[in-house]
C-alpha cells in the first residue's frame, strides 16, 4: 500500500520566530498581553511566515463550487439551479464574496467542481469539471475513489497557483445548494455524532425542514456509517499507515461533496506547502476537521475567521479546539467570514510590525 500524498508531512512552524516575537511583544509600549489575540496572532503569524515582520498584504480566496445529489431530498430552502448561478455572480462581481475580495485587494480565484445548471465558459472561473453533481448520498456514496482523488487536487492546485503568487494568507470558501447537509453528514461520522446535534438552518429552514435534514443525515449514516469503514489489518500492521486517516478519507468520500474534497486537499496542501490557512463557517470548518484527522500536521496552519450561527458549527470548532476571531451571526459560508476577520489580521500585524517598544519611546517599564 502506498501513502496517499495527503499523509505526507506538513511544514512546521518556526519556534525561532515565534519565540522573537513573542519577546517583542514583550518590548511594546503596552502591559504584556493587554492587546489579548492580537497579540497572539501576530505570533502566531511569525512562527507561520518564518518572519520577524508577519503580513498579509498578499491574501488568496479560492471558493469551490460543486452540485450535490442530496438536493433531491428536499433539504434545502433555495433551489439546486442557484449553485451555477452563483458561479456567474461570483466571476460578475455581485456576490458577497466578490464585494469582500475587492474591498481586501485580495485575489479571488472561482473554481467550479460541477454544478446541474453548469453556466459554461467564463471569464474568470477555473472549470475542473468532476460531474454535474455528486451521488445521493441516501443512497450510495457521493463519490468514486477516482473522484474524490480528483477533487483533493483541484484543492491542490489552488494553493500551489496561491504559493506560485507569494501569496501568504489562504483562505477557502465554497458553494453548493445542499452541502450544509453533506458537511453535517461527514462531521457527524467524523464525530461520531448525532444528527439532531448537528443539522440547522442552511439556508434558511424553519424548524420542520431541520427535522427533515437530521432524518435525511440519519439514513445516509446508516448507509454508510459502521463497521465496514474499519480498515484492513495489513493496513493497520503497515505502521506509517495511520488508520484515522484512512477512515477519514473513506468518510470524506462517501458522505463529502466535490467542494467539500477540494477544500481539504487545499487545507493539507497549504499546510504542506507552508502558506497559512483562514478557515470560514461550518462547511469549511467540516473540511479541516478531515483535514486534521487525515493530517495531524495541518493543525498548527489553521486560524479561524468566525463563529458562523450554523448549529453544528460550535461543535465543530471545539473538536478543532479553535478560537475563532469573529462571531457576528454570519450564515452564508463563500469564505464570507473568514473574508471579513482578515482586517484584524492585518492590524494585529501592524501593530506587531509598527508599535514602538519601551525604549525607543522613553516610557518606563514596569
Ligand atoms: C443565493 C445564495 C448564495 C449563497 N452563498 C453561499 N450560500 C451557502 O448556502 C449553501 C448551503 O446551504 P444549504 O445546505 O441549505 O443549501 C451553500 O451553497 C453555501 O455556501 C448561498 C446560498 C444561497 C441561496
Ligand atoms: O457556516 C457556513 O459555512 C454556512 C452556513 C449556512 C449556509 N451556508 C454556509
Given at each position: 500500500m502506498t501513502l496517499h500524498w495527503l499523509e505526507a508531512a506538513c511544514a512546521t512552524p518556526d519556534s525561532t520566530f515565534i519565540d522573537a516575537a513573542r519577546a517583542r511583544q514583550g518590548q511594546?509600549?503596552?502591559?504584556?498581553?493587554?492587546l489579548g489575540g492580537l497579540e497572539t496572532i501576530a505570533i502566531q503569524l511569525a512562527g507561520l511566515q518564518r518572519s520577524q515582520a508577519p503580513n498579509l498584504d498578499r491574501v488568496w480566496i479560492s471558493v469551490f463550487a460543486g452540485d450535490h445529489g442530496v438536493a433531491a431530498e428536499g433539504i434545502?430552502?433555495?433551489?439546486?439551479a442557484v449553485t451555477g448561478e452563483m458561479v456567474r455572480n461570483f466571476a460578475n462581481g455581485g456576490a458577497a464574496i466578490s464585494v469582500l475580495a475587492r474591498e481586501l485587494g485580495a485575489t479571488l480565484d472561482v473554481v467550479t467542481l460541477?454544478?446541474?445548471?453548469d453556466p459554461g465558459e467564463i471569464a474568470g472561473v477555473t472549470r475542473r469539471i468532476i460531474a454535474p453533481a455528486t451521488g445521493n448520498v441516501c443512497e450510495g456514496p457521493a463519490m468514486t475513489a477516482a473522484q474524490l482523488d480528483a477533487a483533493l487536487a483541484v484543492g491542490a492546485a489552488s494553493v500551489a497557483q496561491a504559493a506560485a503568487t507569494g501569496a501568504q494568507l489562504f483562505i477557502g470558501g465554497e458553494m453548493g445548494i445542499g452541502n450544509t447537509t453533506a458537511a453535517t453528514a461527514l462531521a457527524c461520522a467524523l464525530l461520531d455524532a448525532g444528527p439532531d446535534e448537528l443539522a440547522g438552518a442552511g439556508t434558511g429552514l424553519g424548524s420542520a425542514g431541520i427535522a427533515h435534514k437530521a432524518a435525511v443525515v440519519t439514513r445516509a449514516l446508516a448507509l454508510h456509517?459502521?463497521?465496514?469503514?474499519e480498515v484492513d489489518a495489513d493496513v493497520v500492521a503497515d505502521t506509517r499507515i495511520n488508520a484515522d486517516a484512512v477512515v477519514a478519507r473513506e468518510y470524506l468520500r462517501r458522505l463529502g461533496g466535490f467542494e467539500i474534497a477540494a477544500l481539504t486537499g487545499a487545507f493539507v496542501a497549504a499546510a504542506q506547502a507552508g502558506v497559512p490557512v483562514l478557515v470560514d463557517g461550518f462547511i469549511t470548518t467540516a473540511a479541516a476537521l478531515a483535514a486534521v484527522r487525515i493530517n495531524p500536521g495541518v493543525r498548527p496552519w489553521l486560524l479561524f475567521g468566525h463563529r458562523s450561527h450554523e448549529r453544528g458549527h460550535a461543535r465543530l470548532l471545539q473538536a478543532l479546539d479553535a478560537r475563532p476571531l469573529?462571531?457576528?451571526?454570519?450564515?452564508?459560508?463563500?469564505a464570507s467570514g473568514a473574508a471579513a476577520a482578515v482586517p484584524l489580521l492585518r492590524l494585529a500585524c501592524a501593530l506587531h510590525n509598527r508599535m514602538a517598544t519601551f525604549d525607543q519611546a522613553g516610557v518606563s517599564k514596569p
Open positions: 511594546l509600549t503596552k502591559p504584556l498581553g493587554s434545502s430552502a433555495f433551489p439546486q460541477g454544478t446541474v445548471n456509517r459502521g463497521p465496514d469503514v469573529l462571531d457576528l451571526g454570519l450564515r452564508l459560508g463563500e
